[in-house]
Antibody, heavy 122, light 112 residues
Framework: EVQLLESGGGLVQRGGSLRLSCVPFGFTFSTYAMSWVRQAPGKGLEWVSSISGSGGNTYYADSVKGRFTISRDNSKNTLYLQMNSLRAEDTAVYYC???????????????WGQGTLVTVSS | QSVLTQPPSVSGAPGQRVTISCTGSSSNIGAAYDVHWYQQLPGTAPKLLIYGNNNRPSGVPDRFSGSKSGTSASLAITGLQAEDEADYYCQSYDSSLNAHVVFGGGTKLTVL
């Protein structure tokens, strides 16, 4: 059974930084692209970033480009999202998700973590 | 404003059939990029319901089906059940300058 466990969320001041982690279980991590998706309180889903299985290709939403960095350590079986220069509008539940297909931007998200809440105070 | 447009809400009685539309444009659905659908029950993470326009992952009942035509896609739910009450989201890829993965705004399904 696939499981994804996120951690690292919390309360941070505007302009601060936070690093989210996601640890996978039940599949060969290095062979799958991975993504981060967020959901602001009471709002819909917003794609944040994706990374290829090797980590060599990364993709970002315009809203976070230049501030967030996605990375992965396949030797440690961990996905990361480094978030800098945080803004109030970054407040959301952040979900880690496993891509179903090879190319992360076209494929569906077959499995999701439980989410970790990031709150940016002003 | 979402790149993919969904109705904010739909409703139906138990046993009925409902459809949820997802309207895009020539840079996403109309460009033949796949559409995927997710179900989000209250207080839980989203769950993949339909991938690649009309494919169900293992474990998803055949009451759920997807279709695509032109610049739009639809999710159909037949034999509506109380436990289907949830938010539903469509997802695709957009090839325009500043977009990548895009989600619809979501549709709240109420089972009357």
């Amino acid at each position: 059974e696939v499981q994804l466990l996120e951690s690292g969320g919390g309360l941070v001041q505007r302009g601060g930084s936070l690093r989210l982690s996601c640890v996978p279980f039940g599949f060969t991590f290095s062979t799958y692209a991975m993504s981060w998706v967020r959901q602001a309180p009471g709002k819909g889903l917003e794609w944040v970033s994706s990374i290829s299985g090797s980590g060599g290709n990364t993709y970002y939403a315009d809203s976070v480009k230049g501030r967030f960095t996605i990375s992965r350590d396949n030797s440690k079986n961990t996905l990361y999202l480094q978030m800098n220069s945080l803004r109030a509008e970054d407040t959301a539940v952040y979900y880690c998700a496993k891509n179903r297909g090879t190319f992360p931007l076209y494929s569906s998200l077959s499995d999701w973590g439980q989410g970790t809440l990031v709150t940016v105070s002003s | 404003q979402s790149v993919l447009t969904q109705p904010p809400s739909v409703s139906g009685a138990p046993g009925q059939r409902v459809t949820i539309s997802c309207t895009g444009s020539s840079s996403n659905i109309g460009a033949a990029y796949d559409v995927h659908w997710y179900q989000q029950l209250p207080g839980t993470a989203p769950k993949l319901l339909i991938y690649g326009n009309n494919n169900r992952p293992s474990g998803v009942p055949d009451r759920f089906s997807g279709s695509k035509s032109g610049t739009s896609a639809s999710l159909a739910i037949t034999g509506l059940q109380a436990e289907d009450e949830a938010d539903y989201y469509c997802q695709s890829y957009d090839s325009s300058l500043n977009a990548h993965v895009v989600f619809g705004g979501g549709t709240k399904l109420t089972v009357l």
